[in-house]
């Protein structure tokens, strides 16, 4: 064998070994080297020069004698939260926000930006100028990279935006662009599959399920996939574009040019017009959900029949996934339970009752930093192996 | 460490590098020993090993000298297509086939039988006494199993039948009953899913995608979905059951006693009724397809309707799962390309543009043997880690 690719097997190695060990003390919270030998299956040498860089690398810290397990006690190693930084950007529906993250999925630093109808380039220097200001008043320690949560349909494999019609983007390499502006790694994902990251780590998904759809309702419509532990992409990273599918007859004309997509009849937006259209009071999302709130008969007819019709849709998930688990996320969560309810009446009704069942459908953690973390997660798993988690 | 896990290591392992070897061999169809011992990194000591076991299991045979690459010409291997025989069935719709099936996927002979309207316990003894019929025939190698492909929904896991509305069957353990009598290993699955298996392996879908969707439409309808070159199965085993999910308003009472689920408007069973009430000349498939391709009016927007409504549902594939292939198979691969063409038709208009523009849309290689191939093919890479392929 030549020298060549030998030696690319070493290195290869090592840095392997490098993640197992890193990921196995993350996982761990505090684990001594003994221990870490033990579950890598890594020699007590190997484990200790592997140790000794991640020191050096300030990722990894020693936190003091642990509990003796017959000989002297052991020095106990934690993975250090703040020895690297993450930003997270969620590129939301009214506003850009971002914020500094820590290897926990720590929030330290939060900015928000109106985004007042800005597209096109405009918006992309409003990602920048994001960035700027949380790049600038950060102090201690390196960057990380970058996760982005965008809306549209995303190209997480390249970082490109490949349509994000509320923002004017087309064929936009946003990755690209925003690495090499601030030289530090960069993960794109599409916000409802990074939302679906979020909850399937440290959301209301308890028990890590092997497989969970999440569809995040606001102004849009999307679902994030994850299939056998993994966020499923698609041949062309759209996997979870259901907001512009059409799951039955429409009239009303959808953003992206064709009418009746399950956005043009489910999404928040196709509710805020519905019920303004019978009630003047109802101008905006807030509106909506106090008036629904008042027992209002408008906005609960109105509401009703969005859920029902996402009820179809996610009969459709099921039919075609038998997934036990879903999350609905995003603003459309602050409806309760008689948007929750229809959905599950119509999913129930439509699917096969033998699979819908077995099928949960329940509100999402709802945390609103679901898409940033879920970016900052995707980040973590891509640069350093590790599955946030707290 | 106790010996004992230490040993079962050693036998896994074992077991393991008799695949490996042997799925080298298989895949490469002829190779030497020094080549095996390179395309499976063991020494060429455990080769010869693995090998000599392989011979003696009359699994690999010699076939002679081949190509020498600088020293004398090595002795070549391959995998003996007669050296085991498995029997794979087709609980189809109007009979139940079966056919005795060499390890390239061969039919060696082949059995049907009407099934003339039996179900429950009769039809379970036809299952019983094809395969008798399949057994006492044959006479050289061992049996290494039989594969089923059963319609409705199954847990091929277990190899139970969880439903399946033709044959009466519920909760029936198929797959156990079939093989505690004949005492080989039995693998059961959907007929769709075993038909996308098919496909993927020596059907019309080249270059084996990654990511493929199987469409099944004749007297019922299902899909047999391939994520990441695996059938994906869901949490409940019911992955793809399309047929029986409600993607718009239907009046038509379904076999499973709710209305208007898409076996109820876009199945050839559903085509033959409509066409049959409107023209008594349409009573069965043979006729239904006889007149369309007579170029009558009523046959032809009876199945451009029922396409349709098939492409809506295969929208809602595309947009969930954003997979660019999709066949469909069947008998109403019989109706040809005006059924095609609304299928197609319909399922760019209701999914994003974006996304249909790379799906294409297909008849699959259409083999009549598709789902008793498929449910051989299962068997075998359970039983050898092989991958039937010709």
Redesign the interface.
């Known amino acids: 064998m030549a020298t060549l690719p030998e030696r690319a097997t070493h290195q290869r190695t090592r840095a392997f070994n490098q993640q197992l060990v890193l990921r196995a003390i993350y996982d761990r919270n505090e684990v001594s080297r003994a221990e870490l030998a033990r579950l890598t299956g890594l020699t007590r040498t190997s484990v200790s020069n592997l140790v000794g860089e991640l020191l050096d690398d300030r990722l990894v810290e020693e936190t003091g004698r642990g509990p003796s397990t017959g000989g002297k006690q052991p020095i106990m190693l934690r993975v250090r939260a703040d020895g690297r930084h993450l930003i997270g950007l969620d590129l939301g529906e009214s506003a850009f926000s971002g914020a500094i993250v820590d290897l926990r999925g720590n929030i330290v630093r939060r900015v928000s930006v109106p985004l007042e109808g800005r597209d096109g380039d405009d918006a992309l220097q409003l990602v920048y100028s994001l960035i700027d200001s949380l790049v600038s008043g950060n102090g201690a320690s390196p960057l990380l990279g970058i996760g982005i949560g965008a809306p549209g ?1 995303i190209d997480s494999r390249t970082g490109d935006v ?2 994000a019609v509320n923002l004017a983007w087309e064929r936009l390499p946003l990755g690209q662009l925003v690495e090499e502006r601030f030289g530090v790694p960069v993960v794109v994902a599409n916000d409802s599959q990074a939302a679906a990251v979020a909850e399937l780590t440290f959301g209301s998904a308890s028990g890590r ?3 969970l759809i999440v569809v995040r309702v606001g102004r849009g419509i999307g ?1 994030g ?1 994850i ?2 532990g993994q966020l ?11 907001g ?6 429409g009239r009303e004309r959808c953003r ?1 040019g ?1 009418i009746g997509c399950l956005e043009t009849v489910a999404s928040m937006r196709a509710m805020v017009a519905l019920a303004g259209a019978r009630d003047p009071s109802v101008t905006d999302e807030q509106s909506l959900v106090a008036s629904l709130a008042r027992g209002d008969k408008t906005a609960r007819s109105v509401v009703v029949h969005a859920g029902s019709m996402l009820g ?2 996610i ?10 688990r879903v999350l609905l996320v995003g603003p459309a969560v602050a409806l309760g339970d008689p948007w929750l309810g229809a959905v599950k009446t119509r999913a129930r ?7 819908a069942d ?1 099928t949960r459908i329940e509100m999402g953690a709802g945390h609103d930093d679901v898409v940033l973390l879920g970016a900052s997660g995707l980040l973590m798993t891509h640069e350093l192996g590790l599955s946030l988690a707290r």
């Open positions: 349909l490949r349509w399920p092997e497989n679902a996939i299939l056998n499923f992409h698609g041949d062309g990273a759209g996997a979870g574009e259901i512009h599918t059409i799951y039955g007859p992206c064709r179809v849709a009969a459709s998930l099921i039919g075609t996934l038998n997934v036990d009704a439509n699917a096969l009752p033998l699979l077995e």
